[in-house]
C-alpha cells in the first residue's frame, strides 16, 4: 500500500508557514537543494507516540546527525502551521524544522496521504522517514502496513544505524541539580571535559527534592545517571570516570 519512493525526487510544494507575526512561504527546493536532509513525517502534532517517542528522539540526536552529514531535520505533519509552531514549542524541538503539510500536497505526493476518518483526523501521513540527497530520497523506512498507529522503523536509532553503521552513540546521561551548588557545577565540568553531552533536571524548576529522593534514596545534589545506572554525587562521578 505504501510504497518506497527511493531514487525519486520529493514533491515540488509550497509550505505556508507562520514566522513570528508573518506569513512566509517556504518552497521545496529551499528545504532540499543541494543539502543533505533527514525527514521523518508522523500522523500529528501532539499525539502520543510522536510527542512522547519520535520526535524527542531526532531531537536528541540531531548533533550527531549533523557530525554525519545532516544539514537539517524536518519533521512533516498534516497540520496546519499555528497547530506545528505550539507543538515545537511545547516540545522545545529546537533543532528540528516543522513542516506544516496542512493540505497534505507533500504527503499525497510522497504517496504517504492515509485516511484517518475513524479517529475525527481526515486525511493525515502514514509514518515514515526518510534520507534525501539534493532532493532525491536515498533511503526510506516505511511503517509496516498494520492497523492502528505502528512505529517500528522509522524511529531515530533506525536512522542513524542507517547512516553511521559504525557509531556507538553515548548513553544518555542526567544530572539532577540546583542553583549555586558548588559540586553540580564541579560534575557539569567533569563531563563537558569528556565531551559528553547531558541532560541536566534543575530542583525547584524541572523537579522538587521530593523527586530526587524518591528516584535515588538521597537529598543530595548533585545525582548522576549514566544509561540507566545511578552513579551519584560528583565524588562518585570521579571515581567511576577513573574505574570506567
Given at each position: 500500500?505504501?510504497?518506497?519512493?527511493?531514487?525519486?525526487?520529493?514533491?515540488?510544494?509550497?509550505?505556508?508557514?507562520?514566522?513570528?507575526?508573518?506569513?512566509?512561504?517556504?518552497?521545496?527546493?529551499?528545504?532540499?537543494?543541494?543539502?543533505?536532509?533527514?525527514?521523518?513525517?508522523?500522523?500529528?502534532?501532539?499525539?502520543?507516540?510522536?510527542?512522547?517517542?519520535?520526535?524527542?528522539?531526532?531531537?536528541?540526536?540531531?548533533?550527531?546527525?549533523?557530525?554525519?552529514?545532516?544539514?537539517?531535520?524536518?519533521?512533516?505533519?498534516?497540520?496546519?502551521?499555528?497547530?506545528?509552531?505550539?507543538?515545537?514549542?511545547?516540545?522545545?524541538?529546537?533543532?528540528?524544522?516543522?513542516?506544516?503539510?496542512?493540505?497534505?500536497?507533500?504527503?499525497?505526493?510522497?504517496?504517504?496521504?492515509?485516511?484517518?476518518?475513524?479517529?475525527?483526523?481526515?486525511?493525515?501521513?502514514?509514518?515514515?522517514?526518510?534520507?534525501?540527497?539534493?532532493?532525491?530520497?536515498?533511503?526510506?523506512?516505511?511503517?509496516?502496513?498494520?492497523?492502528?498507529?505502528?512505529?517500528?522503523?522509522?524511529?531515530?536509532?533506525?536512522?542513524?544505524?542507517?547512516?553511521?553503521?559504525?557509531?556507538?552513540?553515548?548513553?544518555?546521561?542526567?544530572?539532577?541539580?540546583?542553583?549555586?551548588?558548588?559540586?553540580?557545577?564541579?560534575?557539569?565540568?567533569?563531563?563537558?571535559?569528556?565531551?559528553?553531552?547531558?541532560?541536566?533536571?534543575?530542583?525547584?524548576?524541572?523537579?522538587?527534592?521530593?523527586?530526587?529522593?524518591?528516584?535515588?534514596?538521597?537529598a543530595t545534589v548533585p545525582q548522576v545517571f549514566i544509561g540507566g545506572r545511578h552513579i551519584g554525587g560528583s565524588d562518585d562521578l570521579e571515581q567511576f570516570f577513573v574505574t570506567a
Amino acid at each position: 500500500m505504501f510504497a518506497s519512493q527511493e531514487g525519486k525526487s520529493v514533491p515540488q510544494v509550497t509550505f505556508h508557514t507562520r514566522q513570528s507575526d508573518r506569513w512566509v512561504d517556504v518552497t521545496t527546493d529551499e528545504l532540499f537543494k543541494d543539502k543533505t536532509v533527514l525527514v521523518f513525517s508522523l500522523p500529528g502534532a501532539f499525539t502520543p507516540t510522536c510527542s512522547s517517542s519520535h520526535l524527542p528522539r531526532y531531537n536528541e540526536l540531531a548533533s550527531v546527525f549533523a557530525l554525519h552529514g545532516v544539514d537539517s531535520i524536518l519533521c512533516v505533519s498534516v497540520n496546519d502551521t499555528f497547530v506545528m509552531n505550539a507543538w515545537k514549542a511545547d516540545q522545545q524541538a529546537n533543532n528540528i524544522t516543522f513542516i506544516p503539510d496542512g493540505n497534505g500536497d507533500f504527503t499525497r505526493g510522497m504517496e504517504m496521504l492515509v485516511e484517518k476518518a475513524d479517529l475525527g483526523f481526515g486525511p493525515r501521513s502514514w509514518r515514515y522517514s526518510m534520507l534525501v540527497r539534493n532532493g532525491v530520497v536515498e533511503k526510506m523506512f516505511v511503517e509496516p502496513n498494520k492497523p492502528g498507529d505502528p512505529f517500528e522503523v522509522s524511529d531515530a536509532d533506525t536512522m542513524l544505524r542507517y547512516l553511521a553503521p559504525d557509531f556507538k552513540l553515548q548513553e544518555s546521561v542526567a544530572l539532577f541539580t540546583k542553583p549555586g551548588c558548588p559540586f553540580c557545577t564541579k560534575a557539569r565540568q567533569m563531563l563537558l571535559d569528556r565531551g559528553i553531552q547531558y541532560e541536566e533536571i534543575v530542583l525547584g524548576l524541572d523537579a522538587t527534592s521530593v523527586s530526587l529522593r524518591a528516584i535515588t534514596g538521597r537529598a543530595t545534589v548533585p545525582q548522576v545517571f549514566i544509561g540507566g545506572r545511578h552513579i551519584g554525587g560528583s565524588d562518585d562521578l570521579e571515581q567511576f570516570f577513573v574505574t570506567a
